[in-house]
């Protein structure tokens, strides 16, 4: 089980002894740069990437019946706790 406080970071993000923060946010662009191939928006900007990423995920919600806005309440709070965190280093 993942730790619920922190992102999870790419599996080699150790060996490249990289900032958390850092994987975590290498690990989102891979992810969105697959979405934006799978879905042929790559000649796009990443903020209508991330936008229709983000609508796919609301849709997914809504098929597994999960509140959507609470789980962005949640990773809002663990952005912050990972921020705040890699800044006290």
Known sequence: MSNTNQCSPPSNAAVLDEPLVAACASSA?????????????????????????????????????????ACIDRARRHYHDEVDAESDD
């Open 29 to 69: 662009k891979a992810i969105v740069e697959a979405f934006a191939k799978e879905t042929g928006i790559v000649e796009d900007g990443a903020e209508t990437q991330l936008s229709d990423l983000l609508c796919n995920l609301m849709h997914y919600a809504d098929t597994v019946d999960l509140d959507f806005y």
